[in-house]
């Protein structure tokens, strides 16, 4: 599904990544352990094809398909989907229309924000106003709509009030029913799936 070989990245001067092998088969779902700075997030970051993590080395491949150059927008339609630490907030585009976006209008929108209890934000702009929890379930709502092959999540339980955890965590393993899922984490106690590696 995912391969990295010998994978060197660089923003400006500052190296990030070096020398990084991983591969991820289908059904698996990997979890990254490390200290602050030891570039978990700039991996999952050049996975998705961020221009300013500049790969200076080594090949990422994605269901047998080249993509270390890819832009991020046909990585998306490949079928890579991420959720962020902390997501932007988008004035003047409402929740409805970006899960719209996200599904290329295929999906029952209002049935699966009935899920996550999210059907009261669809109508408001995207994370405005929103707790941590509601934005963490706005993300997750993007991507049960996306319906991603591979699945990045960094820190998803970052900023969570415990009255949302649970629903959190329900939903990502829902996910994880069909996806293949590197997660940075450092506490991600409601994930749990077999056939699963660290690394």
């Known amino acids: 599904m995912l391969v990295i070989e010998d994978l060197q990245v660089m923003m400006g001067d500052k190296e990030l990544l070096k020398h990084i092998d991983l591969e991820i088969r289908p059904g698996e779902t990997h979890i990254l352990f490390g200290p602050n700075g030891s570039g978990k997030t700039s991996l999952i970051m050049t996975i998705m094809g961020y221009p300013q993590y500049r790969v200076t080395y080594g090949k990422i491949y994605f269901k047998g398909e080249d993509i270390t150059n890819m832009p991020i927008d ?117 994930i749990k799936k077999p056939r699963s590696r660290m690394g």
């Open 74 to 190: 046909e990585r998306a339609r490949l079928g890579i989907g991420m959720s962020y630490q902390r997501p932007p907030s988008i004035k003047s585009l409402k929740t409805r229309h970006m899960v719209e976006i996200c599904s290329g209008d295929s999906a029952d929108v209002d049935s699966l924000a009935g899920r996550i209890n999210m059907t009261g934000f669809l109508d408001r702009d995207i994370n405005v106003g929103f707790s941590g929890g509601e934005i963490k379930r706005s993300e997750l709502l993007q991507l049960m709509s996306q319906k991603p092959d591979l699945l990045l999540f960094d820190e998803p339980e970052s900023g969570v009030d415990l009255e949302n955890i649970a629903l959190i965590g329900t939903t990502i393993n829902e996910l994880l029913e069909r996806d293949h899922t590197p997660t940075k984490d450092k506490s991600v106690k409601e």
